[in-house]
């Protein structure tokens, strides 16, 4: 059983920075899982993928957050960060860590999920 960690959520004023991470716990690990990424939900909207790093594509951003989030992974990768610069009040929703999966086009599935943590931007 593999749990996803997050951890780095927070109120932050628009303009600011945070910086998400992403550890496993259990029997797995970041550094064997084949696509890591970052959702988030506001409230009375769907889940969207925000960022993703998949074996064998280039690295996904949503075009609401190109130029602001940056996905990376330590050098170990067993933990995975999501840098957010420039916080709009529109970025405020709940992020969760996801791994592995399945990705393919436009889609990515992911088999484990992380428990979200609240990321709200005040104006």
């Known amino acids: 059983q593999v749990q996803l960690v997050e951890s780095g959520g927070g109120l932050v004023p628009a303009g600011g920075s945070l910086r998400l991470s992403c550890a496993a716990s259990?029997?797995?690990?970041?550094?064997?899982?084949?696509?890591v990424g970052w959702f988030r939900q506001a409230p009375g909207k769907q889940r969207e993928l925000v960022a993703g790093?998949?074996?064998?594509?280039?690295?996904y951003y949503a075009d609401s957050v190109k130029g602001r989030f940056t996905i990376s992974r330590d050098n170990a990768k067993t933990t995975v960060y999501l840098q957010m610069n420039s916080l709009k009040v529109e970025d405020t929703a709940v992020y969760y860590c996801?791994?592995?999966?399945?990705?393919?086009?436009?889609?990515?599935?992911?088999?484990?999920w992380g428990q979200g943590t609240q990321v709200t931007v005040s104006s």
């Open positions: 996801a791994g592995d999966g399945y990705y393919g086009g436009s889609a990515y599935l992911p088999e484990y």
């Open positions: 259990g029997s797995g690990s970041m550094s064997s899982m084949n696509a």
């Open positions: 790093m998949f074996r064998g594509r280039n690295t």
